[in-house]
T-cell receptor, first 114, second 118 residues
Framework: AQSVTQPDIHITVSEGASLELRCNYS??????LFWYVQSPGQGLQLLLK??????LVQGIKGFEAEFKRSQSSFNLRKPSVHWSDAAEYFC????????????FGSGTRLSIRP | GAGVSQTPSNKVTEKGKYVELRCDPI?????LYWYRQSLGQGPEFLIY????????DSGLPNDRFFAVRPEGSVSTLKIQRTERGDSAVYLC????????????????FGAGSRLTVL
C-alpha cells in the first residue's frame, strides 16, 4: 500500500535560515506528490504539487520541492524562513491521475526562532 | 461558493448522541472528500465522492459513520452513537475532476468541523 513518511515531527530553525523538510513515499510507480501547510486555526493550503516533468517544482511563499525517484523522496525547501512560516507541514501522495484517495503524512511542525 | 464551507465549525456532544456535519464544496467540483484529523496527526482519509456516489469509502472506521451527497454538491457526514474517540477535526475538501495535471487531485480544504464528544 502506498504510504508517506515524514521522519521529523518537530523542527526549529532561526528566522532567515534555510529549511528542508523531509518526505519519503512508498509506492512502486511515480505517484503524484503534494505539500500542504496548515497554520494554527486555519485550513490546509496547497504549497506545491508534482505531477510530471521537471523534478524541481516551485510553490507559493517561496517554497520549492525536489522529486528524487532514486530516493523516493519529495523534500520541501526554503532558502530563508520567515516567522510567518511557523506552521504544520504535510506531505501527501496520490496514485492515480484522476481524483482518488490522497494519503497524508503525519506532518512536521515548524517553529521559528527569532 | 468561493471556497469549501463546513458547518458547524464546532460541535460539542455527549457520548451516544447522533451528529451531522455538513460540507458545501466549491461550485463545479465533482470530487468531494472527508478526512479526519486527530491532534498531532495528519489528515486520515474517510471517504470520497465522485458526483453523488461514494467512489471509495474504505476509510470509514465502522458502521457508525455514514456520508451522503444526494445531489452531487453538498455532503453530510453522519455519526451515530458517538464515542469519545470520535473527537477530532473533520475536514472536507473538493477538487475538479479533469484532465491529468490540469487540476485533478488538487484538493481545496474547508476550515473543518471540530467535534468534541464528552
Amino acid at each position: 500500500a502506498q504510504s508517506v513518511t515524514q521522519p521529523d515531527i518537530h523542527i526549529t530553525v532561526s528566522e532567515g535560515a534555510s529549511l528542508e523538510l523531509r518526505c519519503n513515499y512508498s509506492y512502486g510507480a511515480t505517484p503524484y506528490l503534494f505539500w500542504y501547510v496548515q497554520s494554527p486555526g486555519q485550513g490546509l493550503q496547497l504549497l506545491l504539487k508534482y505531477f510530471s516533468g521537471d523534478t524541481l517544482v516551485q510553490g507559493i511563499k517561496g517554497f520549492e520541492a525536489e522529486f528524487k525517484r532514486s530516493q523516493s523522496s519529495f523534500n520541501l525547501r526554503k532558502p530563508s524562513v520567515h516567522w510567518s512560516d511557523a506552521a504544520e507541514y504535510f506531505c501527501a501522495v496520490v496514485r492515480y491521475s484522476s481524483a482518488s484517495k490522497i494519503i497524508f503524512g503525519s506532518g512536521t511542525r515548524l517553529s521559528i526562532r527569532p | 461558493g468561493a471556497g469549501v464551507s463546513q458547518t458547524p465549525s464546532n460541535k460539542v456532544t455527549e457520548k451516544g448522541k447522533y451528529v451531522e456535519l455538513r460540507c458545501d464544496p466549491i461550485s463545479g467540483h465533482t470530487a468531494l472528500y472527508w478526512y479526519r484529523q486527530s491532534l498531532g496527526q495528519g489528515p486520515e482519509f474517510l471517504i470520497y465522492f465522485q458526483g453523488t456516489g461514494a467512489a471509495d469509502d474504505s476509510g470509514l472506521p465502522n458502521d457508525r459513520f455514514f456520508a451522503v451527497r444526494p445531489e452531487g454538491s453538498v455532503s453530510t457526514l453522519k455519526i451515530q452513537r458517538t464515542e469519545r474517540g470520535d473527537s477530532a477535526v473533520y475536514l472536507c475538501a473538493s477538487s475538479l475532476e479533469g484532465v491529468e495535471g490540469s487540476g485533478a487531485n488538487v484538493l481545496t480544504f474547508g476550515a473543518g468541523s471540530r467535534l468534541t464528544v464528552l
